[in-house]
Nanobody, 125 residues
Framework: VQLQASGGGLVQAGDSLRLSCEAS????????VGWFRQTPGKEREFVAG????????YYADSVKGRFTISRVSAKNLVNLQMNSLRPEDTAVYSC???????????????????WGQGTQVTVSS
């Protein structure tokens, strides 16, 4: 499955952005889709995840209450709505997917088989 991430940009603190991750080649059915972010010199960080079947969602503590991950079945994509953005949210955001991820591994980049290219999110203060 090929993943395409989009929606990044430059915003001010307090603004909102919506990232999208679209799959081509097959549907997300049966997959877990995750969003991760990375800044130079730091390890990739889990942001949010969703199990396509059932819709269970998972969030990093740093974004809980501000970010919302959701699925759009008709368009075979996963959105990450980011509200109340902070300068520390600045990073390259990437989406990833995998069919078989146990709950304890949802936050681990190594658990994901497919990755899209990143999209830059920059939040100015």
């Amino acid at each position: 499955v090929q993943l395409q991430a989009s929606g990044g940009g430059l915003v001010q603190a307090g603004d909102s952005l919506r990232l999208s991750c679209e799959a081509s080649g097959r549907t997300f059915s049966g997959y877990t889709v995750g969003w991760f972010r990375q800044t130079p010199g730091k390890e990739r960080e889990f942001v949010a995840g969703i199990k396509w079947s059932g819709g269970s969602t998972y969030y990093a503590d740093s974004v809980k209450g501000r970010f919302t991950i959701s699925r759009v079945s008709a368009k075979n994509l996963v959105n990450l709505q980011m509200n109340s953005l902070r300068p520390e949210d600045t990073a390259v955001y990437s989406c990833a997917a995998s069919r078989t991820i146990i709950l304890s591994s949802v936050r681990m980049p190594s658990a994901y088989s497919y990755w899209g290219q990143g999209t830059q999110v920059t939040v100015s203060s």
